[in-house]
């Protein structure tokens, strides 16, 4: 099973950056996507970002393209979220995730196969 553990979350004012770090083990040989989601109160999980360690084909939700940027470094078994021009709503937790599905997406829609989950870090910004 995949263990993933998050950091880099915080409180940041409107414009501000934030990098979120997600440290992953366990993969025994199996390739996955590493991806990130967040909640807010009220709304449901959201696909924000997702990246295959395979190839590096990422994946982005329409409302941070531009803003966003998802790496990985394979060496490091670590993905970064780079979070640019932060809005308030993108005020949520957000959720470290090893995809199965290895990021593939149609259409604008992200098919994940969650395998694992992180528990998640504190985004907050403030207007």
């Known amino acids: 099973e995949v263990q993933l553990v998050e950091s880099g979350g915080g409180l940041v004012q409107a414009g501000g950056s934030l990098r979120l770090a997600c440290a992953a083990s366990g993969f025994n040989g199996d390739d996955y996507g590493l991806g990130w989601f967040r909640e807010a109160p009220g709304k449901g999980r959201e696909g924000v970002a997702c990246?295959?360690?395979?190839?590096?084909?990422?994946y982005y939700t329409d409302s941070v393209k531009g803003r966003f940027t998802i790496s990985s470094d394979n060496a490091k078994n670590t993905v970064y979220l780079q979070m640019n021009s932060l809005k308030p709503e993108d005020t949520a937790v957000y959720y470290c995730?090893?995809?199965?599905?290895?990021?593939?997406?149609?259409?604008?829609?992200?098919?994940?196969?969650?395998?694992?989950w992180g528990r998640g870090t504190q985004v907050t910004v403030s207007s």
């Open positions: 995730a090893a995809d199965r599905g290895r990021c593939y997406a149609n259409s604008g829609r992200w098919y994940h196969v969650i395998a694992s």
């Open positions: 990246i295959a360690r395979s190839d590096g084909n990422t």
